[in-house]
């Protein structure tokens, strides 16, 4: 008999601000592990402020910001084992990273170079997700073929709130409650669906609490806190394993970037409430969380950042030595049968590109 579990109302947090709040822990997380957490954490704000800056200069495309992201995709990653599958939304688009994806990659897909898609096999990372929700059931239906098999991996899909009014989430989370796929809903409840505030979006007080409705259990976490979300996602991922079937992680912050580049969000976001939360950012939490600890110096601290920047130079000149696609992959596949014209069009585009 299924159990339906209300959800949690409290935002579970483990860091403090080294003063009123007090610092707790996480059982089972060596120093290691902390300054590996550290340390990707460190390669995602590098990667993401590098990419806003390759932008600038023209050297990628449009790109969806995830700065104060990190602490939701690094925590949650690390409670899975390399053989469980993720699916990223755009707002994870780097999150291959963590499991060995070179930055050049990444880079690619946001210069549209085909060699920025891979094949998912090689890192179980699936494609990146632009339409809202639509990896969602696809999680969930991996997820539930590896049950029938009895393979013991699960999957995690990554959205945001906007994406919980979607269809396709509605389609992908009745299912994973019936079929109990051992899949985790990770929802980075970043307040914004660009520019519709959550108070739009949805009239539901949190939104752990649609889990209820489709029978599984719903969590809310500090999503600026990564130990918080680490140990979340790794009670959710024992669930899974276990049989229980999945869970949905509503992991709360507050959107501090533009939506994307392409954005400006001065006409409607509360300017006071980003400000609050650039200073509060998850990054810079864990460090003094660290430092505190007595676990990292500021010398390691530097030379992590040293590193990582070092990473970003060298995936930029990588992907930038990619020759230039053929024109003609732009056409491939759409057609069985392609018509006469598409010979004109393709022939148009390469004296346009002066091909
Ligand atoms: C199916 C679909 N509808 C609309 C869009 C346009 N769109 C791109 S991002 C976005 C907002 C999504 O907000 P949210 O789910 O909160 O994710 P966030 O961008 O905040 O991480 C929309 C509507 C889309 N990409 N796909
Ligand atoms: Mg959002």
């Given at each position: 008999m299924s159990q339906v579990l209300p959800a949690e109302g409290d935002l579970r947090r483990v860091i403090g601000d080294g003063e009123a709040l007090p610092d707790g822990e996480v059982e089972g997380l060596t120093p290691t592990d902390l300054l590996g957490l550290y340390?990707?954490?460190?390669?995602?704000?590098?990667?993401?402020?590098?990419?806003v800056v390759y932008h600038r200069q023209g050297r990628i495309g449009t790109y969806a910001i995830f700065w104060n992201h990190e602490a939701m995709q690094v925590g949650s990653a690390f409670?899975?084992?390399?053989?469980?599958?993720?699916?990223?939304?755009?707002?994870?688009?780097?999150i291959g990273l963590l499991r060995g994806m070179p930055v050049s990659t990444v880079l690619s897909w946001w210069r549209g170079h085909p060699v920025g898609w891979w094949n998912p096999e090689d890192y179980n990372v699936a494609s990146i997700c632009v339409p809202i929700a639509t990896h969602v059931p696809h999680a969930v239906g991996l997820a539930w073929g590896y049950r029938l098999k009895n393979e013991d991996r699960v999957a995690i899909a990554y959205f945001g709130d906007g994406a919980t009014s979607e269809g396709a989430f509605h389609e992908g989370a009745t299912f994973a409650g019936v079929m109990k796929a051992p899949v985790?809903?990770?929802?980075?409840?970043?307040?914004?669906?660009?520019s519709t505030p959550l108070e739009a979006q949805t009239a539901a007080p949190t939104l752990a609490d649609k889990a209820i409705g489709y029978g599984i259990p719903g969590v809310r976490v500090d999503g600026g806190d990564v130990?918080?979300?680490?140990?979340?996602?790794r009670e959710a991922v024992a669930r899974a394993r276990s049989g229980a079937?999945?869970?949905?992680?509503e992991a709360l912050t507050y959107r501090a970037a533009p939506h994307a580049t392409a954005d400006d969000p001065s006409s409607y976001i509360d300017a006071e409430r980003v400000e609050e939360e650039k200073e509060n950012e998850c990054v810079g939490r864990f460090e003094r969380y660290l430092?505190?600890?007595?676990l990292l110096t500021e010398e390691r601290r530097d030379e992590i950042k040293q590193a990582a920047l070092e990473v970003m130079r060298e995936g930029i000149a990588e992907a930038e030595a990619e020759p230039p696609a053929d024109p003609a992959l732009v056409f491939e596949h759409a057609y069985a049968d392609p018509p006469p014209s598409q010979a004109e069009d393709l022939a148009e585009l390469r004296r346009a590109l002066g091909g």
């Open positions: 340390h990707d954490l460190v390669l995602l704000r590098t990667y993401d402020e590098r990419s409670a899975l084992e390399e053989r469980d599958w993720i699916f990223p939304s755009y707002r994870e688009s780097a985790i809903l990770f929802c980075n409840n970043n307040q914004w669906a660009i130990l918080a979300v680490y140990e979340a996602t079937g999945p869970t949905f992680i430092l505190r600890a007595g």
